[in-house]
């Protein structure tokens, strides 16, 4: 059952990932093009940059899945068992406390920027924030998860795990 559910959270992340990610492109080659034909499409760069940010949110979902974001575990990797699964079971609760924060401050930011407008077209500008506080639960999750399987068995290495 849980793995069922992984497996559709992960579809769904990469999902959300490719068509963010072709929104993206859409935005930049509408802009380059019209301009190329003197008559420049104004919201295209603010578009970009709000798809940019919520390509970097899901780009963060993914990492923690896969345990991809940068780290330096050179020292950890050369730990004996006991101490790595405390050293990750620590490095996960960072990731948890970020989470918890963001989770916290996120409907905040959104409410605090609803009546803000973009500057090219009358939407608001709480659009910005929305992926907030959904990547902090996801990553929540994934933390939380990591850390009850670093308590429960062996905490890979940085040579056994998979990456992105």
Request: hydrophobic fraction near 60%.
């Amino acid at each position: 059952m849980i793995g069922a559910v992984r497996r559709a959270a992960d579809g769904g992340t990469r999902a959300a990932a490719f068509l963010l990610l072709m929104a993206l492109l859409a935005c930049v080659v509408a802009g380059v093009v019209s301009r190329q034909l003197g008559a420049p499409l104004p919201w295209t760069d603010e578009a970009a940059q709000y798809l940019l940010v919520w390509t970097g949110f899901v780009g963060w979902i993914l990492a923690a899945r896969k345990r991809a974001h940068i780290r330096i575990d050179v020292l950890i990797d050369r730990l004996p068992p006991g101490p790595r699964r405390v050293a990750e079971v620590a490095i996960q609760m960072c990731v948890l406390a970020l989470a918890a924060a963001m989770l916290a401050y996120g409907p905040v930011l959104i409410e605090r920027n609803l009546d803000v407008s973009w500057i090219s077209v009358p939407l608001s500008a709480a659009l910005l924030y929305i992926p907030v506080p959904i990547a902090a639960f996801a990553v929540a999750l994934q933390a939380t998860a990591q850390i009850l399987e670093a308590i429960r068995g062996p905490v890979p290495t940085a040579a056994t795990e998979t990456r992105l």
